[in-house]
């Protein structure tokens, strides 16, 4: 829809121009705090997409490529955000992520955050169970912002 778009903000413009219904934009900043808190940098807007349904009526589309996306062996400058937020793409607070709410129009902004917070708390746990390293594990859980 908007291919040269370089910040979450180039896409809740979009979402404004296709008229798409609240819980569309509100379910695209739970994704850009899961994508800046769980540290999922590779967040260009190719992925990011929308569907239209039968009746011609557009949608986002179900959230895909998300994962933890660091890569430890790359210089800093690699794992920055691709999207940028409230114009940055490094050092991304939590006033920022509340700025961008704020010009979205998101009411919960505030629960939303804690809440992807909340799910991160738990990835030692989860990941655990996994049997993945538990060097690994602390390697990535240290990253989450």
Not at 33 to 46: G, M, T
Not at 49 to 58: E, G, K, P, Y
Not at 69 to 83: E, G, I
Not at 103 to 131: P, T, W
Request: charged share 25%; aromatic share 10%.
């Amino acid at each position: 829809m908007s291919p040269l778009s370089t910040s979450y903000e180039d896409i809740f413009a979009v979402i404004r121009r296709l008229n798409l219904p609240y819980e569309e934009s509100r379910q695209q900043y739970l994704r850009m705090v899961f994508n800046v808190l769980a540290r999922n940098v590779d967040d260009h807007s190719k992925n990011v997409s929308f569907c239209m349904n039968r009746d011609r009526v557009w949608r986002l589309s179900p959230a895909y490529d998300i994962t933890f996306s660091v890569d430890f062996a790359a210089p800093a400058y690699v794992n920055r955000q691709s999207l940028t937020v409230n114009g940055k793409n490094e050092h991304i607070t939590r006033e920022d992520l509340e700025i961008v709410a704020k010009n979205n129009d998101i009411s919960d902004y505030s629960a939303l955050i804690d809440n992807v917070k909340a799910s991160l708390s738990k990835f030692r746990e989860q990941a655990g169970r996994l049997n993945i390293s538990p060097s690994l594990i602390e390697r990535i859980a240290n990253e989450f912002i």
